[in-house]
């Protein structure tokens, strides 16, 4: 079945650092893939998606490529801040629209001043 | 944005007992809402996804009879943990999806942290 991987946490890094979180999938076909972030406290929130092959998500000075060739959604940021630190999930949707996500294990980022 | 609350947030129960979670969806309506289950320091897993009008479909591995799943409104879903034992202490997440909307996004609750004693 489906299924995602993300690199095991926790990540510990300086503010202004540069962030990557690996993230790899299997799934039939051509499923959504998407980042999530959960805040301390709170709930999920989406942090940026993309649909097919070779489409750029970003948001907040966060970017993930959609890779075919690779199974790959890599999460990268040039510099992170204190306030990005959270739980950063991997999530697909698979082919068929409307299905529940699929999540990695979570990555835990924390960022020091 | 689209808004999903929960409630209660956090609820703490005795073993033996039922505890009924919430999920609404505020400024939408949601046709599909899904429920999972995150454990400490683990990813989420989906328990069942909850269709209005109509019986829930549960993951494999997960009690239907124990963890009651309605959705009776295009607006409101629910969870009700049946005779809760300690095992069932977890943090319990809903998601739903806008009806009105093609695209993939679902929004999710905070999440109830469901502690058994």
């Known amino acids: 079945g489906d299924s995602v991987t993300q690199m095991e946490g926790p990540v510990t890094l300086s503010e202004e650092a540069f962030l990557t979180i690996n993230c790899t999938y299997t799934a039939t076909g051509y499923p959504s893939l998407f980042w999530y972030v959960q805040y301390p406290g709170e709930g999920l929130q989406l942090l940026l998606k993309a649909t097919k092959a070779d489409d750029k998500g970003s948001n907040k000075g966060f970017e993930a490529t959609y890779r075919k060739e690779t199974t790959s959604f890599h999460l990268e940021k040039g510099s992170v801040q204190v306030s990005d630190s959270a739980v950063y999930f991997c999530?697909?949707?698979?082919?068929?629209?409307?299905?529940?996500?699929?999540f990695g294990k979570g990555t835990t980022l924390s960022v020091s001043s | 944005g689209a808004v999903v609350s929960q409630h209660p947030s956090w609820v703490i129960c005795k073993s033996g007992t039922s505890v009924k979670i919430e999920c609404r969806s505020l400024?939408?309506?949601?046709?599909?809402m899904f429920w999972y289950r995150q454990f400490p320091k683990q990813s989420l897993m989906l328990m069942a996804t909850?269709?209005?009008?109509?019986?829930?479909?549960?993951e494999q591995g997960v009690e239907k009879d124990k963890f009651l799943i309605n959705h009776a409104s295009l607006t409101l879903s629910t969870l009700t943990v049946t005779s809760a034992h300690p095992e069932d202490s977890s943090f319990y997440i809903c998601?739903?999806?806008?009806?009105?909307?093609?695209?993939?996004?679902?929004?999710f609750g905070p999440g109830t942290r469901l502690t058994v004693t």
């Open positions: 999530a697909l949707e698979g082919y068929q629209a409307g299905t529940a996500l699929i």
């Open positions: 998601s739903a999806r806008d009806v009105e909307k093609s695209s993939y996004e679902q929004y």
């Open positions: 909850s269709n209005e009008g109509s019986k829930a479909t549960y």
């Open positions: 400024d939408f309506q949601a046709t599909t």
